[in-house]
């Protein structure tokens, strides 16, 4: 007598169904079976999705490199967004991490900077399917000597820090970030300069808050928990929920360049302790 299993897994609010085996004879998994292949199965599925991540990530990048002669700034952008509206659907799938963002309401319709937490590579990969407008990175300039990727970053036209001297890094940024919000973007920095744990500290640089001043832009704070599913140095760590949770404006107009990193400072600090 045939015999069929299904397995249902949420993506959205939605249900897929997949036939999982299908046998002809009778048989059981006692659950010691079920708890040792536990782990076996989150190993191989993480590395599925590695698989997944690296080959799709040059493939597409490929693809893209030979379409970018043919598109504008708008097109390239679409195309970078596509991919990662995929990755952030493999990534419900194989490691089975979900993700979910809240009060995006809070970003100005003009121009605005997001000072972000960063804690691992998720955020770099997901936000541009997960924002509706288009934003701009500002980055480390070595990312674009990295193959493929490096080579798609470029024709993004996004925002390159080059860590030499600090006063003209600076101005550099400034001038690049307000020609990006000139043209429509959200500008999205990472204060803390690098990745850190999702239980490290907060520690800000004056970075985002000084461009926030020099070009008048409304501040954003940004935090996320993606340092518990995928750390900072490594890959995803199993299933999980990633959350992303965007603050209120504060306005430099309103505010000097102390009490606008204080404010910051200390609604990141609050709302990190929530997740």
């Not at 989150?42 to 990048?61: D, E, H, R």
């Not at 959200?186 to 500290?201: M, Q, S």
């Not at 004056?206 to 340092?227: I, K």
């Not at 995803?236 to 505010?255: C, M, Q, W």
Request: glycine share 8%; with cysteine; charged share 20%.
């Amino acid at each position: 007598m045939f015999r069929a299993r299904v397995v249902t897994f949420s993506f959205g609010e939605r249900t897929h169904r997949s036939w999982r085996s299908l046998t002809c004879q009778r048989w059981s998994v006692s659950p010691e079976t079920n708890l040792n292949q536990a782990p076996m199965r989150a190993t191989f599925t993480k590395w599925l999705f590695i698989v997944y991540l690296l080959g799709s990530g040059t493939l597409y990048s490929m693809v893209i490199l030979l379409l970018f002669p043919f598109v504008g700034r708008a097109g390239r952008y679409w195309l970078a967004k596509q991919w990662c509206r995929a990755l952030v659907i493999v990534m419900r799938v194989l490691p089975g991490v979900s993700c979910s963002v809240d009060g995006l309401e809070h970003i100005p319709e003009g121009p605005a900077i997001l000072l972000c937490r960063h804690e691992s590579t998720w955020e770099t990969l997901a936000f541009l399917a997960l924002f509706p407008r288009r934003i701009s990175f500002v980055f480390k300039e070595e990312l674009l000597r990295i193959p493929f990727f490096g080579w798609v970053l470029r024709g993004l036209d996004m925002v390159s820090l080059n860590r030499g001297s600090a006063r003209q890094a600076h101005q550099a940024v400034t001038q690049e970030s307000a020609d990006r919000l000139a043209k429509g973007d959200v500008v999205v920095i990472f204060p803390e300069g690098t990745r850190v744990p999702h239980d490290a500290p907060l520690r800000m640089t004056s970075g985002g808050v000084r461009l926030a001043c020099a070009t008048g832009a409304p501040a954003v704070p940004v935090v996320l928990n993606a340092g518990k599913v995928w750390p900072a140095k490594g890959w995803p760590s199993g299933r999980g929920r990633i959350r992303v949770v965007v603050g209120p404006a504060f306005s430099p107009r309103d505010l000097s360049q102390q009490e606008l990193g204080r404010a910051v400072h200390e609604w990141m600090t609050k709302e990190l302790m929530r997740l």
